[in-house]
């Protein structure tokens, strides 16, 4: 999340992650408690219709994706397990906030329509996931697409915020409906990235 801006955050925050150190904290336990506070965030306040208290708890711990990472490189403990722990941390957080969304709108949202939109948005952004850690799996490549993990994160939360402030459901109710298409269509995108170099591998197989 925020990995458009990870130079300034980074910046920003490193004193904090310094600090952490200084304490014995280490990278792991950062990543949990982030992880923990997003889905207490979620699962604690959409269900019962508090939007904006819930996006503004999620956003304080998101940033802990960003200083568990700089701990992890400035103190040397990068490692294959922690990029791993980081990764599977993000998919509770990502199901969180879009199964907050799809219990908000089972209770005071009251909407079956958007309760099956956002279960189809947290499906969707799931198998992009995946499709780009099998890829990679297989020695192939399926990274980008119109709709990557920071850009569904930041546009829901956004825009879900700002519902909760101005009591605006639209906002809401657009952003999901672009969330469905542009998952699907980045989806997509990564199985026809995966076909393309699979191809071409095959010929370069039978060339030789």
């Not at 458009?4 to 200084?22: K, Q, T």
């Not at 994160?153 to 909760?164: F, P």
């Not at 999901?176 to 591998?201: C, G, I, K, P, Y």
Request: glycine share 12%; net charge neutral.
């Amino acid at each position: 999340m925020l990995e458009r801006f990870r130079a300034f955050w980074n910046s920003l925050l490193s004193p904090v992650g310094d600090l952490l150190l200084r304490l014995g904290v280490s990278p792991d336990a950062v990543t949990t408690v982030g992880t923990i506070g997003v889905c207490a965030g979620a699962l604690v306040f959409f269900p019962t219709g508090h939007l904006l208290i819930g996006v503004l708890v999620i956003t304080a711990f998101v940033f802990s994706d960003i200083i568990d990472g700089y701990m992890a490189r400035s103190s040397g403990r990068s490692s294959r397990f922690g990029a791993f722990f980081d990764s599977t941390m993000d998919r509770f957080g990502d199901g969180a906030i879009f199964g907050g969304l799809v219990l908000y709108y089972a209770g005071p949202g009251d909407s079956e329509l958007y309760l099956a939109l956002s279960l189809f948005c947290l499906v969707m952004g799931s198998i992009t996931s995946y499709a780009r850690a099998r890829a990679e799996s297989l020695g192939m490549e399926a990274k980008g697409g119109i709709a990557e993990r920071s850009d569904r994160l930041v546009a829901i939360l956004v825009m879900t915020g700002l519902n909760g402030l101005f009591d605006l459901p639209i906002l809401t109710y657009v952003t999901l409906w672009a969330l469905a298409l542009a998952s699907t269509v980045t989806v997509v995108q990564r199985v026809l990235m995966v076909r393309r170099q699979a191809l071409a591998s095959q010929g370069n197989t039978l060339d030789t």
